[in-house]
């Protein structure tokens, strides 16, 4: 009798902002955050015998798209250059990729279609869409029972637009919490404790029931919320 278990598959997913108002520290945070989050997901995998990781980063400006065309990746043979800022922010595109790479695979999708870990999406951005399809493309979203099931979390960077702010807090509904990044200085931390906590806490416990994805969901969100509630003392 073979009694190796099959190891669970946990995407972390990325939407970020690359319009041009994020060229500068912004971005540079984000860049230097994506590299640390990959580094530490490989040390992680190979700790764990139970969960891959794979990453996914979507870009949306003008237009969005796959880093290296790769909807995902394991951490492994993740590579990574460097987001680069240009056009508008039309959060419709991203949230398009999303929506494609969240059906199950007999549908053209990356996530399983029979069991599975609930994935980890952040949605990062420093400003309001540039048009109003979002909403369309959301209501799509929340079709997805991937997408009900995931962590989701919205990083509102140096933001004081109450109109963004409900934005993000659309997109993480029930199941997740918008973080107001004052500080462009404290991206990079924001990001690395959001996905290292989840991710480590979801490896502990990889599920496919719905009410334990709930329960885990919510373990997740407080680990998360008292991390981040020393994050000026994360010295990384």
Partial sequence: MNDRIAKEKLNVILVVDTSKSMAGERISQVNQAIRDIKDYLVNLQVENSNVDFYLSIIQFST???????????????FKFDNLKCCGWSNLHCGYQKLEEILKKQSHGGVM????????????LTDGHPTTTEYKDELVNLNNSPWFKAAIRYGIAIELHDKRTMGVLKDFVGDNGDVIDCYSSSMLKNIIKIIVLTASKVKSSSATVGNGQVINQNQLVRQEINEALADVDQWGW
Avoid at 63 to 77: A, P
Avoid at 112 to 123: A, C, M, V
Wanted: glycine content about 8%; proline content about 7%.
């Fill in 63 to 77: 237009e969005s798209s796959f880093i290296n065309d790769n909807r995902e990746v394991n951490v492994d043979k």
């Fill in 112 to 123: 399983p279609d029979f069991g599975g870990t609930s994935p980890i999406i952040l949605l």
